[in-house]
């Protein structure tokens, strides 16, 4: 099963009101593990950027001014998303802008049933708490540290470690000793070796206790049930 964690930075927040996307983060998870692919893009969102957005994010108009705009970068995010389920937190805002991009350029948009919507999870899973990006890093121990400002990747990075938990953490394998790695053509599964012992164990009967056990069977029953098994004749049994 092919995920993608996905993050967009932007100008604002009316997606229908002129605001833009200024940077996608992507993080390919297969089968819940991640299989190193990534999609990082910064974009130029041909408009101003306003304070407000800049604190957020920190990415100014003269950062992004020789940034690619959307439509040169389009069809390249659609290939890499296409197929995948769409791992994000507050999914709504995140689809709105990247469906608002898709349909300025005529590109089928972002289906509502490709998505799950962390935030929705942690509202389920921890109702009336704090369900923020960082409120979920703290409460299940993860190192956000690095996020002095909002940023896509970076995000995309670790809701990936918060969407694991939510699911159920690291133990959703049930811990069956089957390792999974993956890969761009899906997952390989290899099952763990067995441990082999050194040396084997030495027999804890001797050849006379044998011998004591094949004479006590003989001698104590008249019709051993098993004998046919030890190649017995009625005769020798008597």
């Not at 509502?112 to 999870?121: C, E, F, G, I, N």
């Not at 940023?151 to 918060?162: H, Y």
């Not at 082999?196 to 050849?207: C, S």
């Amino acid at each position: 099963m092919r995920e993608i964690v996905l993050d967009t930075e932007t100008t604002g927040v009316e997606a229908n009101n002129g605001d833009r996307i200024v940077e996608i983060g992507c993080v390919e998870l297969v089968n819940h593990c991640p299989s190193g692919r990534t999609y990082h893009v910064y974009i130029n969102p041909e408009r101003s950027m306003p304070v407000e957005a800049f604190n957020v994010h920190g990415l100014s108009e003269e950062f992004l001014s020789d940034k690619p705009v959307f439509a040169a970068v389009a069809q390249e995010f659609a290939d890499f998303i296409a197929g995948a389920k769409l791992v994000i937190h507050n999914a709504a805002f995140d689809v709105g802008f990247i469906n608002m991009e898709f349909k300025r350029l005529g590109l089928p948009p972002v289906e509502q049933a490709w998505v799950v919507d962390t935030l929705s999870m942690a509202r389920r899973k921890h109702p009336g708490a704090s369900n923020s990006l960082d409120a979920l890093c703290s409460r299940y121990g993860i190192d956000n540290s690095r996020r002095t400002k909002h940023g896509a990747l970076l995000d995309s990075e670790i809701l990936a470690e918060v969407y694991i938990e939510l699911i159920g953490g690291k133990q959703t394998s049930l811990g069956l000793g089957v390792e999974g790695v993956a890969g761009r053509g899906g997952l390989a599964v290899v099952a763990a070796e067995k441990p082999q012992r050194q040396r084997p164990l030495a027999p804890r009967l001797d050849e006379a206790a044998i011998k004591a056990h094949e004479a006590f069977i003989l001698g104590s029953l008249k019709a051993p049930l098993w004998k046919g098994y030890l190649g017995i004749t009625d005769d020798a049994a008597q």
